[in-house]
């Protein structure tokens, strides 16, 4: 069983920045994928963006360009730089890793981005 905790959600105004970070109590070295999921209310849960075991990144359209993935593998640890924040990125950010056919989640951060 793998925890995750997230780190790094709050208040920000449209067009700021913020950095959310996912701690696995679990060396993530050999994991397949780690990356980050949101959820707005009435909305389904929609990948943001993932970053494999070899370094591939995939990102959702809507934040191409603006957001970043990065993983560290020595601190166990998955980073999501937000910038250029929009009012439509309001929703609970969660940290989502998968090994092998397991898959789990954090308990998930709120963004909310105010205009």
């Known amino acids: 069983q793998v925890q995750l905790v997230e780190s790094g959600g709050g208040l920000v105004q449209t067009g700021g920045s913020l950095r959310l970070s996912c701690a696995a109590s679990?060396?993530?070295?050999?994991?397949?994928?780690m990356g980050w999921y949101r959820q707005a209310p009435g909305k389904q849960r929609e990948l943001v963006a993932l970053?494999?075991?070899?370094?591939?990144?995939n990102y959702a359209d809507f934040v191409k360009g603006r957001f970043t993935i990065s993983r560290d593998n020595g601190k166990n640890t998955v980073d999501l730089q937000m910038n250029s924040l929009k009012s439509e990125d309001t929703a609970t950010y969660f940290c989502?890793?998968?090994?092998?056919?397991?898959?789990?989640w954090g308990q998930g951060t709120q963004v909310t981005v105010s205009s």
């Open positions: 989502y890793l998968r090994r092998w056919s397991f898959e789990y």
């Open positions: 679990q060396s993530i070295s050999s994991t397949n994928a």
């Open positions: 970053i494999r075991i070899g370094g591939g990144t």
